[in-house]
C-alpha cells in the first residue's frame, strides 16, 4: 500500500468516517484562538481537512514529512494557512514546535517504535503540549463473508506491521494502547476511543487495495496462503463488508488537565470492544 498520493486519497473517506469525532472536538476545542498545529507525518494534509471547521479560522498548520510530492500536494490544496516543511521525524529533537499550540497526527503511531514515541513525549512533556493523534491499527480485522484462511492471514499480517517501518520496531497493533500507558506514566491525561473501518460492497477500490497490501506483507512474513486467500477476497469483492479497527487518542499534558476546560479529571481510556468483533 505505501503512502502514496493515490492510496492516501482512496483511503481518506473510510479515515473521515472513522474519526471518532468527540475526541477530534475535544482536541480543537482546547485550542487558544490562533492555534497553530504541527501535523506528523502529514502527507497530503488529511488531518488537516478532517479537522478543518473544528478550529478557529485563524488556525495555521505546519506540516512534516519527508516525502517532497506528498508536502507539494499538501501545500497546493492547503492555500495560506498551510506550511510545509520536509522533514525526517526521525530527528525528534529538531521536531519544529516551537510556536505549536497542539501536534497532531494519523495513521502514524502503528509505524513507529516504543523508543521514538518515548522521545517524542520527551519533547511533548518539555513543552507543555497535547497530541492528538488517530487511526492507529489496532490489529482487529474481520470479513464478511469469512474465509477459513482469514485468521491465518491477518495473524502473519499483525506480524509484519510489528517490524521496521522506518523508527526502529514498529509497535503495529499495540501502538494506542502502548501509547496511552506511555503518555500516562509521563503524567499526561490520555482518552483513547475507537475508529474502525466498517468497509461496505461499495467501497471496493478501496478493499482490492486493501486486500492487495494485506496479502503482499502476510506473503512477506510468510504465509503460504496469502496469495489463494487473495484471490478469493478478490472473487468477493461485490459482497464483502470488512471491520478494520483503529484506535484515536488524545493526550492532554499535566497542564491541561488543571485546567477545568479540559473537561476530565482522570485518565480515561478505552471499555470493552465494539459488538460483533473479536481478536485477529
Ligand atoms: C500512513 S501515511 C499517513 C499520512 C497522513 N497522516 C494521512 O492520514 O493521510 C504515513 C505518513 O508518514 C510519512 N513518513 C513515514 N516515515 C517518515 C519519516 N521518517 N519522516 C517523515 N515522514 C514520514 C509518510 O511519507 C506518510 O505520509
Known amino acids: 500500500m505505501g503512502f502514496s498520493a493515490d492510496w492516501l486519497a482512496l483511503r481518506e473517506p473510510a479515515d473521515r468516517a472513522a474519526r471518532d469525532s468527540g475526541l477530534a472536538q475535544r482536541a480543537c476545542a482546547l485550542q487558544p484562538a490562533t492555534p497553530v498545529i504541527v501535523d506528523l507525518g502529514a502527507g497530503t494534509g488529511a488531518t488537516r481537512r478532517a479537522l478543518d471547521g473544528l478550529l478557529p479560522a485563524a488556525a495555521r498548520w505546519h506540516l512534516l514529512d519527508n516525502d517532497p510530492a506528498l508536502l507539494d500536494a499538501a501545500a497546493d490544496e492547503g492555500g ?36 521514538w514515541l518515548a522521545a517524542l513525549i520527551g519533547r511533548l512533556r518539555e513543552r507543555d503540549l497535547p497530541i492528538y493523534a488517530a487511526l492507529s491499527y489496532d490489529g482487529q480485522m474481520t470479513f464478511e463473508p469469512a474465509l477459513d484462511r482469514d485468521l491465518d492471514v491477518v495473524a502473519a499480517f499483525n506480524g509484519h506491521q510489528r517490524g521496521d517501518k522506518g523508527f526502529g520496531p514498529a509497535l503495529g497493533p499495540d501502538a494506542a494502547r502502548e501509547a496511552a500507558r506511555l503518555f500516562q506514566d ?39 496462503a496469502a496469495e489463494a486467500w487473495l484471490a478469493q477476497r478478490l472473487d468477493l469483492l461485490a459482497e464483502a463488508s470488512g471491520y478494520i479497527g483503529h484506535v484515536d487518542l488524545l493526550a492532554l499534558p499535566p497542564s491541561a488537565c488543571d485546567n477545568p476546560a479540559a473537561g476530565a479529571k482522570s485518565n480515561e481510556s478505552l471499555s ?5 468483533t473479536e481478536n485477529a
Open 80 to 115: 495560506a494557512q498551510v506550511r510545509t516543511q520536509i522533514t525526517d521525524l526521525n530527528q525528534i529533537d529538531a521536531l519544529p514546535l516551537d510556536d505549536a499550540t497542539l501536534v497532531t497526527a494519523s495513521a502514524l503511531f502503528d509505524l513507529v517504535s516504543r523508543d
Open 186 to 224: 509521563a503524567g499526561f491525561q490520555v482518552k483513547l476511543a475507537e475508529s474502525p473501518w466498517r468497509l461496505s460492497p461499495d467501497q471496493a477500490d478501496l478493499q482490492r487495495e486493501l486486500m492487495t497490501g494485506i496479502a503482499e506483507a502476510a506473503a512477506e512474513a510468510g504465509c503460504a
Open 272 to 276: 470493552g470492544r465494539p459488538e460483533g
